[in-house]
C-alpha cells in the first residue's frame, strides 16, 4: 500500500511538471513519425499522443515519410534538444538501414537519446495453403526437409532488397542450412499478392498484415519469429521451437535528438510509459496486432545496439545495398 501511495504521489508531481513545462514552453511537443500517415506506426503515435496529451499537454504528429524512413529521422536528429521534438526508431531506421544505405545522414548510434521502446510486432513465416498442401508441408520441420530435399526448388518473395522479408528469410535460410531463392518485390503488398497467386512458395510477413489471409485460410502460417508463442496467434509455434535462438520481429519507440537534458527524457519516459500500460492503450493496439513493450531509456537503447549488431551481420550476408 505504501509503494502504492508512493507511485500515485509520484505521478501527481509528473502531471503537474509536465503541465507547468508545457505552459511555460507555449508549445506543443511535436512527434516526428517517418512514415506515411495511415500505417501501423502512425497509428500507435496517434494513440498515445491522445493519451500522454493530460501530461504533456497537446503532441502533434509531424509525418515525414522518403528514403526508408532516413528523412523523417534525420529530422529527429537534427531537431532542437529541448524536448519539444521526438520521434519514432524503427527496425529500419535504426538497425537496418545503417548497413543498408551506403550515405547516412545521420548516425544511428550516436545521434538519439531513447525514450522507450513502444511495441515489439511479430512476423510470421506463411506459405500458400494450396502450395503447403500439394508439397505435404504441414509444420515448419516439413518445409526444412522438403527444402532439403529438393534444394533450390523453393522460393519465398519480399518487399524488397534489405527489406524485413528479406533479412527474415536469409536468416531463416542460415540457421535451418537450406537455400531458397529470394524474389524481390516493389513492397510488402506486391509480395503478398505473389504468395496468394503461387508465385511464391512462402514469405516472412508482417502479422498484421498476413493475418486476414491466415483466417480466410488463403494462407497458412508455419511459424512465428519471436522467442515465445504470441496471443494474435497462439496456435502457432515459434521459429525458434525448431531453430534454437532465432528471433526477428519488427518494432519501434521513441527517441528524442542526443543532447536532450535526461530530466527532459525522464519526463517523456515516465508519461508514455504510463500510457502504454493503460488498458485503453492495451486494448487499442491489441486490434492491430501489437503488445506494447514499455521499457527504461537505457533498456531500450541497449535493445537498438543488439538489434543494429545483428542487422549489420545480416545486412551483410544478404549482399543487399542501397547507393
Same mark, same amino acid.
Given at each position: 500500500?505504501h509503494?502504492?501511495?508512493l507511485?500515485?504521489?509520484a505521478?501527481?508531481?509528473?502531471t503537474?511538471?509536465?503541465?507547468? $513545462?508545457?505552459?511555460?514552453?507555449?508549445?506543443p &511537443?511535436? $512527434?516526428?513519425v517517418?512514415y506515411? @500517415?495511415g500505417?501501423?506506426?502512425?497509428?500507435?503515435?496517434?494513440?498515445?499522443?491522445?493519451?500522454? =496529451?493530460?501530461t504533456?499537454?497537446?503532441? &502533434?504528429?509531424? /509525418?515525414k515519410?522518403?528514403a526508408?524512413?532516413?528523412?523523417g529521422?534525420?529530422a529527429?536528429?537534427?531537431?532542437?534538444?529541448?524536448?519539444?521534438? &521526438?520521434?519514432?526508431?524503427?527496425?529500419a531506421?535504426? #538497425?537496418?538501414?545503417p548497413?543498408? *544505405? !551506403?550515405?547516412?545522414?545521420? /548516425? #544511428?548510434a550516436?545521434?538519439f537519446?531513447?525514450?522507450?521502446?513502444?511495441?515489439?510486432?511479430?512476423?510470421?513465416?506463411?506459405?500458400?495453403?494450396?502450395?503447403?498442401?500439394?508439397?505435404?508441408?504441414?509444420?515448419?520441420?516439413d518445409?526444412?526437409? *522438403?527444402?532439403?530435399? /529438393?534444394?533450390?526448388?523453393? /522460393? *519465398?518473395?519480399?518487399?524488397?532488397?534489405?527489406s524485413?522479408?528479406h533479412? #527474415?528469410?536469409?536468416m +531463416?535460410?542460415?540457421?535451418?542450412g537450406?537455400?531458397?531463392?529470394?524474389?524481390?518485390?516493389?513492397?510488402g %503488398?506486391? #509480395?503478398?499478392?505473389?504468395?496468394?497467386s503461387?508465385q511464391?512458395?512462402?514469405? +516472412?510477413? %508482417?502479422?498484421?498484415?498476413?493475418?486476414?489471409?491466415?483466417?480466410s485460410?488463403?494462407?497458412?502460417?508455419?511459424?512465428v519469429?519471436? $522467442?515465445?508463442r504470441?496471443?494474435?496467434?497462439?496456435?502457432?509455434?515459434?521459429? @525458434?521451437?525448431?531453430?534454437?535462438? +532465432?528471433?526477428?520481429?519488427?518494432?519501434?519507440?521513441?527517441?528524442?535528438?542526443? @543532447?536532450?537534458?535526461?530530466?527532459?527524457?525522464?519526463?517523456?519516459?515516465?508519461?508514455?510509459?504510463?500510457?502504454?500500460n493503460?488498458?485503453?492503450?492495451?486494448? =487499442?493496439f491489441?486490434?492491430?496486432?501489437?503488445?506494447?513493450?514499455?521499457?527504461?531509456?537505457?533498456? +531500450?537503447?541497449?535493445f537498438?545496439?543488439?538489434? =543494429? @549488431?545483428? *542487422?549489420?551481420?545480416?545486412?551483410?550476408? !544478404?549482399?543487399?545495398?542501397v547507393?
Amino acid at each position: 500500500m505504501h509503494c502504492q501511495k508512493l507511485i500515485i504521489a509520484a505521478l501527481a508531481i509528473l502531471t503537474c511538471a509536465a503541465s507547468s $513545462l508545457a505552459q511555460a514552453q507555449g508549445k506543443p &511537443i511535436r $512527434l516526428i513519425v517517418p512514415y506515411a @500517415a495511415g500505417g501501423p506506426l502512425d497509428v500507435t503515435a496517434r494513440a498515445l499522443a491522445e493519451r500522454v =496529451r493530460d501530461t504533456l499537454g497537446p503532441v &502533434i504528429i509531424d /509525418n515525414k515519410p522518403g528514403a526508408g524512413g532516413n528523412i523523417g529521422a534525420d529530422a529527429i536528429a537534427k531537431a532542437a534538444p529541448d524536448g519539444l521534438t &521526438i520521434g519514432i526508431a524503427a527496425t529500419a531506421t535504426h #538497425a537496418v538501414n545503417p548497413w543498408l *544505405y !551506403s550515405k547516412m545522414p545521420y /548516425n #544511428a548510434a550516436t545521434d538519439f537519446a531513447p525514450i522507450t521502446q513502444i511495441v515489439r510486432v511479430p512476423n510470421v513465416l506463411v506459405m500458400n495453403a494450396e502450395a503447403a498442401r500439394r508439397l505435404k508441408i504441414d509444420t515448419l520441420p516439413d518445409l526444412i526437409a *522438403y527444402a532439403k530435399a /529438393n534444394p533450390g526448388k523453393l /522460393n *519465398y518473395g519480399s518487399g524488397g532488397n534489405g527489406s524485413a522479408g528479406h533479412l #527474415a528469410g536469409e536468416m +531463416f535460410k542460415r540457421d535451418a542450412g537450406i537455400f531458397a531463392v529470394h524474389i524481390p518485390y516493389n513492397g510488402g %503488398n506486391p #509480395a503478398q499478392l505473389a504468395l496468394l497467386s503461387g508465385q511464391v512458395d512462402f514469405n +516472412f510477413d %508482417n502479422l498484421a498484415t498476413a493475418a486476414p489471409n491466415i483466417r480466410s485460410g488463403k494462407l497458412k502460417a508455419l511459424a512465428v519469429t519471436t $522467442l515465445k508463442r504470441t496471443g494474435a496467434l497462439p496456435g502457432t509455434p515459434p521459429v @525458434a521451437d525448431t531453430l534454437r535462438g +532465432f528471433s526477428i520481429d519488427t518494432w519501434w519507440g521513441l527517441v528524442a535528438p542526443a @543532447a536532450t537534458p535526461k530530466d527532459v527524457l525522464t519526463r517523456l519516459n515516465l508519461a508514455f510509459v504510463a500510457a502504454l500500460n493503460s488498458p485503453e492503450t492495451k486494448t =487499442r493496439f491489441a486490434t492491430l496486432l501489437t503488445e506494447p513493450a514499455p521499457s527504461t531509456p537505457e533498456e +531500450f537503447g541497449a535493445f537498438m545496439k543488439l538489434e =543494429r @549488431a545483428k *542487422y549489420e551481420a545480416l545486412v551483410k550476408a !544478404s549482399g543487399a545495398r542501397v547507393d
